[in-house]
């Protein structure tokens, strides 16, 4: 465990002093939180002149039971944050989806996996230690634009509409389960295509694969006025569950020192 | 310190290293040449207990490759063809790193020794993507010994490097043969097997041949003669010829204004030459000196993997 952690620390060195990445990871995080923010702010004081139609919720949007009754600006900022839930479930892909394909593909590209498996390491706290050090900034990075917009949700709307947003069953279940189940499922599959890619590029590219089903259910949110319930999220938990069950073995059978030095495409042919 | 018995590793169809049999004792500075593609680092992965033997055995300071990987990875340092360095850290970071992995008690000062041992205490806190290849180069030499291994397995250690930076790494492996460390040098550089290996072994796939780099160019050539005289007379060479220890002589190529030189192949120069001189005196030779010319390791090298083909 102890080699776990120096890997983990050696990672995370090495990743605040890769700018280039830092500026990939950290953007966005500040970005989607700020503009829902804003979308909340806009929401519960509308700039004088705008239609009042314009921030009526969708009709196709089903509203939960606890907003019956509530006036327009609160059901305009509950519609308003609705699509961020499931935007905000694609921190734990994309950003795992890039430290990963770094520290695996990276290493595999720098030509420095060879001397790390030379030493006395075991391939279990070698793929630990790359895990948690994907999964670890990709939680930090999904939990704290979560808390700040519970905080700001707190101050600029109703508490129903907080109890019905941030604060509901399916978007904590989302973000404290759901989202380290997809963190992880990112890592597995950079680590499985690993063994056939030599470029980060290409790792980065394949990983972004994963966000395809996230961004479709965004759209069919917005334009068909699909509710997340308990239900959805327990379903896309239990396909999460599933694709785990299949990639961890895969992942952890690849990821053997005989396998990486001999089978995996090594860089440069 | 390693020992194998009828190692072989096979890949699908393809057998890169075939039943090799292999002793190397402790404090030995070991050469294993061959050219690329030979499987010099397959054995050389195989002793580091980094992929598995598909046949036969080998134990590497007293443990079994096969079922004690853990330990022998703990005990052997080993330099890899490319130096795989973590390029955005330091030089100190990248020791410490694996001083820590290593179990290295007081790993930062481990660090710190290193450097100071290798004059690069100046570049410590500077990334390793900034250096040159020489440079790169002993640090990775470095970490390979951040745990002062007893065995050191060193995989082309001068590729790619400029002749100062070359002389500077062959030093150092001079210096880890003067502490006494086991020292399995993979490389296809004959002058640093010539000047560091106390034994060389020639091998594609299987040994071809193992002795020290003196022994193998005298025994794969021989030696020769040379006789420089005042005055070229192709007689001469009928009269040496009829010498039964004479295996064969001729004329040294050289340039027109060039003395004339005897090339003569016998079976002990020691014991041979007098008569030899007696038979050149006797036909009316005036001879200027007499030299010995050893094969080069080079020579020997080419004849054995088949690029140089003998007459």
């Known amino acids: 465990m102890t080699r776990t952690l120096v890997i983990l620390t050696k990672e995370l060195q090495d990743l605040l002093r890769n700018w280039g990445i830092l500026i990939a990871l950290l953007v966005p995080a500040a970005l989607i939180p700020t503009l829902a923010i804003l979308a909340l702010y806009v929401a519960g004081n509308p700039p004088p002149g705008l239609s009042p139609e314009a921030l009526t919720p969708p009709p196709n949007l089903a509203l939960p039971s606890e907003l019956e009754g509530a006036g327009p600006t609160a ?195 | ?148 291994p007893q065995l050191v397995f060193l995989d082309e250690p001068t590729s790619g490097l400029d002749p100062e930076a070359s002389y500077l790494v062959r030093d150092f492996i001079g210096g880890l043969k003067a502490q006494g460390k086991t020292v399995f040098l993979c490389t296809h550089r004959l002058e640093e097997a010539e000047r560091l290996c106390d034994r060389v072994a020639v091998f594609r796939r299987k040994i071809l041949a193992i002795d020290t780099p003196q022994g193998l160019r005298k025994g794969r050539f021989g030696s020769r003669t040379l006789i420089e005289l005042t005055h070229r007379d192709d007689s001469l060479l009928t009269a040496i010829r009829s010498l039964p220890f004479v295996s064969s002589a001729l004329w040294q190529a050289g340039a027109p204004n060039d003395p004339p030189v005897l090339s003569v192949a016998l079976g002990d120069p020691r014991v041979h030459n007098p008569a030899l001189i007696r038979k050149l005196v006797e036909h009316g030779a005036e001879i200027r000196f007499v030299r010995e010319e050893q094969a080069s390791l080079e020579q020997a090298y080419l004849s054995l993997t088949g690029s140089l083909k003998l007459d």
């Open chain 2, 1 to 148: 310190m390693i020992a194998t018995q009828r190692l072989t590793r096979r890949f699908g169809p393809f057998t890169a290293v075939d039943s090799l049999t292999l002793t190397v004792p402790a404090g030995e500075v070991f050469g294993f040449l061959g050219p690329n593609g030979a499987g010099k680092t397959t054995v050389m992965r195989m002793l580091a207990a980094l992929i598995a033997p598909t046949e036969g055995d080998a134990k590497v300071a007293g443990l079994d490759v096969r079922t004690q990987g853990h330990l022998i990875r703990q005990r052997v340092g080993i330099l890899t063809e490319s130096p795989g360095l973590y390029r955005k850290l330091s030089a100190r970071e990248n020791l410490r790193f694996y001083a820590k992995l290593y179990g290295v008690a007081h790993p930062d000062d481990r660090a710190r020794a290193m450097l100071r041992m290798l004059q690069m205490e100046a570049f410590e806190d500077k990334p390793v993507g900034r250096f040159s290849k020489g440079m790169a180069q002993k640090i990775a030499i470095a970490r390979a010994l951040i745990h002062d």
């Open chain 1, 75 to 269: 059901l305009a900022q509950y519609a308003a944050l609705v699509p961020f839930f499931m935007i905000g479930l694609i921190f734990p892909v994309t950003i795992p989806s890039i430290l990963a394909a770094s520290s695996i593909v990276g290493e595999k590209e720098a030509g420095t996996l060879e001397p790390l498996l030379a030493t006395p390491i075991r391939t279990w706290e070698l793929l630990l230690g790359k895990a948690l050090a994907s999964v670890i900034p990709a939680l930090v990075l999904t939990w704290l634009p979560f808390v700040t917009l519970l905080a700001a949700a707190q101050r600029l709307a109703p508490p129903e509409v907080v109890k019905t947003t941030v604060l509901s069953a399916p978007w904590l279940f989302g973000i404290l389960v759901l989202a380290p189940s997809l963190t992880l499922l990112t890592v597995m599959f950079l680590v499985i295509v690993s063994a056939w890619v030599t470029e980060v590029r290409t790792a980065n590219q394949l990983g972004a694969v994963l966000i395809a089903p996230l961004v479709a259910m965004i759209v069919i949110q917005v334009t068909r006025g699909l509710t997340v319930t308990m239900g959805t999220v327990l379903g896309i938990w239990a396909v999460v569950l599933a694709l785990l069950a299949l990639t961890i073995p895969v992942a952890v059978r690849l990821f053997q020192r005989e396998t990486i030095l001999v089978r995996w495409k090594q860089s440069g042919g």
